[in-house]
């Protein structure tokens, strides 16, 4: 991999980045509904509301608006929420952590199970258990997130009373909120680590690993899994960004106190700083694994040369 | 894509591929699961253009006395087969007129985003350049955003209504037709039939309309297919969370919502929404699935 692949996709990144951050801004300021007012009430008067436009810096046009934003970006400064009066890095920081948490439970769940399972079914394909299994994902898939969670709820804290409705806490509070996200992405993973095995098992040098007599668990392990991991190692990435940025409805249902549903009190107050602040800081986690995952293609693959 | 690779004369060789095309499509659809899918989705849909004839009630009419009831109860009107929700309202015909909204932004956000998606994709393809990259350029902004979060940003701006619903769909869920309508064109650019059919003298617009149109379809009705799943969830969980479809209107979306209040006591308001939710989106993607292994040559249909 050549130094200067790495400067143009970084470069590249950095354009992307650019125009969504532009996108970003002047969409959340046409949002209908006066920030402003809805912060300080019908109480308020002209001249309060004045000044704390001021204070804002929402007197200034839009593009000395941008020019700020883009000022302050620079210097790690991204705003200050308009309804918690803190800065928005600060809440971010504190929704961090249960995010994280909520997504790497859920990927490790969908990993541990899926690409196992996504094997199996490659090997066995056209067996009854192959049948079985693609078609529990073609449901898994189909569940919508907000129902699903609900329905786990339903069974599983207000009728057996095994773990709590919502919240955070202890490793009971995750149990369900990571299902609930991990059935879409579980199924996934399934999918397309068969997918991407069954296209490998027909290549003819696992044919000539196993003519040369080596057990099925090297050339599965050893041979097949490797070839096929680019696919697989590419949706857990995409998947894990989406995770991070895009939790909002299962931590709305369980009420966890994550990134996404900063996010949806965000849009609900018209929140512009936090709300751009959350955008951005998806947009950037996505960009980065994408970046990452550009990277590990060429160490998975040897024959993938970037230029 | 069969034709591709018989290459030359296009023409006679898709009217040569046509028996065997149908027998695949025989194949794969005489299947019991995906009749049951075909059926279920026919099924919704009369429901959805019947409703007003076959739903026991008006969906939105209240009737306090008889709220909460459990399914199978005879209220004041009539027998409530799947309850009541919180303000007395028969679940059944509010779940009846609730598939047409479904339906309606399922479809109408499929037909558009994949019309502007196609054109611009196809556009980016053929002509190249400084449209190509910058209609990529900005593909790729759209595809940095978790999509759920952008559609709500949408939303919050536009305001909620049926008919922004369909436009947030439709802007910001184009960009995967132009993906894969570009990637068609580029890798049909070059082949010698179209070659040949520039070089016998055929206009821009004879070689997209005979040429380039006919043979990018297949991957696109399929996207298209899996698409219409995934909106008509999205659209179901925006209103799920107050910010898609107005409460006025009965959706599936926002009797969930309602649904949740009461878990404790009135199971069936949230029940019977989702597991229709489900059912529509379930039989649409083995639909979806069934069409990706018609289309596929290299799948075998056992």
């Known amino acids: ?307 | 894509m069969a034709e591709q690779s018989s290459p030359a004369l296009a023409d006679s060789a898709q009217a040569s591929e046509k028996p065997r095309r149908r027998s695949r499509f025989a194949l794969v659809f005489y299947r019991p699961k995906v009749l049951l899918a075909v059926g279920l989705l026919l099924l919704i849909v009369v429901v959805a253009l019947l409703a007003p004839v076959i739903a026991p009630a008006d969906p939105n009419q209240q009737s306090l006395l008889d709220r909460l009831s459990p399914p199978m109860t005879e209220t004041a009107k009539q027998k409530a087969l799947l309850g009541t929700d919180q303000l007395g309202r028969d679940v059944l015909s509010r779940v009846i007129y609730g598939s047409r909204v479904s339906l309606l932004v399922g479809l109408f956000s499929v037909v558009f985003a994949g019309t502007l998606g196609v054109a611009l994709g196809m556009c980016a393809g053929f002509f190249g350049g400084f449209i190509d990259t910058l209609l990529m350029r900005l593909v790729d902004v759209l595809l940095a955003f978790p999509f759920v979060l952008l559609a709500l940003t949408v939303v919050a701006v536009l305001g909620t209504s049926v008919v922004n619903v369909i436009l947030v769909f439709t802007i910001t869920s184009w960009v995967s037709y132009a993906r894969t309508s570009r990637a068609s064109v580029l890798a049909l650019r070059d082949t010698d039939y179209v070659v040949v059919a520039r070089a016998l003298g055929a206009s821009s617009m004879r070689i997209v309309t005979r040429h380039i149109v006919p043979n990018m379809i297949n991957p696109i009705i399929v996207l298209a297919s899996f698409e219409m799943a995934r909106i008509i969830t999205t659209e179901a969980s925006l209103t799920f969370l107050g910010v898609g479809i107005p409460p006025t209107t009965p959706t599936w979306g926002a009797m969930i919502s309602d649904g949740r209040q009461y878990l404790r006591d009135a199971w069936w308001i949230a029940a019977f929404p989702g597991l229709m939710l489900f059912l529509l989106v379930l039989s649409v993607s083995f639909i979806g699935d069934a069409l990706r292994e018609v289309f596929d040559p290299r799948s075998v249909p056992r």
């Open chain 1, 1 to 307: 991999m050549s130094s200067n692949f790495l400067v143009s996709r970084v470069l590249q990144s950095l354009v992307v980045l650019a125009g969504l951050t532009f996108l970003v801004f002047a969409l959340v300021r046409v949002v209908p509904g006066d920030p402003v007012r809805l912060l300080l009430g019908d109480q308020a008067t002209p001249e309060q509301i004045e000044q704390t436009r001021k204070d804002f810096g929402l007197d200034e046009s839009i593009i000395v608006q941008y020019g700020y934003f883009l000022g302050d970006i620079a210097r790690g400064d991204l705003g200050t929420s308009l309804r918690q009066r803190q800065p928005v890095t600060d809440l971010i920081r504190d929704a961090l952590p249960s995010t994280l948490k909520l997504a790497l439970a859920s990927i490790g769940l969908s990993v541990g199970i899926g690409v196992p399972l996504g094997i199996l079914t490659a090997v066995k394909r056209g067996s009854a258990i192959d049948s079985v299994v693609m078609s529990a994902t073609l449901f898994g898939q189909a569940l919508p997130t907000f129902w699903w969670g609900i329905v786990l709820i339903t069974i599983f804290s207000v009728s057996l009373r095994w773990f709590p409705t919502s919240g955070s806490g202890g490793w009971e509070h995750l149990v369900l909120p990571a299902v609930t996200l991990s059935t879409y992405v579980l199924a996934l993973i399934v999918r397309l680590t068969r997918s991407a095995m069954v296209e490998v098992l027909t290549q003819d040098y696992v044919r000539t690993a196993r003519a040369k007599g080596l057990s099925e668990r090297v050339v599965l392990f050893g041979h097949a899994l490797r070839n096929a991991a680019i696919p697989i190692v590419t949706i857990i990435g995409l998947q894990f960004g989406n995770l991070i940025g895009g939790a909002v409805i299962t931590e709305t249902v369980f009420a966890w106190p994550g990134i996404g549903l900063l996010a949806l009190n965000a849009i609900n107050s018209r929140d512009y700083p936090l709300l751009q602040a959350i955008v951005l800081l998806s947009a950037v986690t996505f960009l980065t694994i994408n970046l990452i995952i550009d990277l590990l293609y060429s160490m998975l693959d040897p024959r993938i040369r970037h230029g």
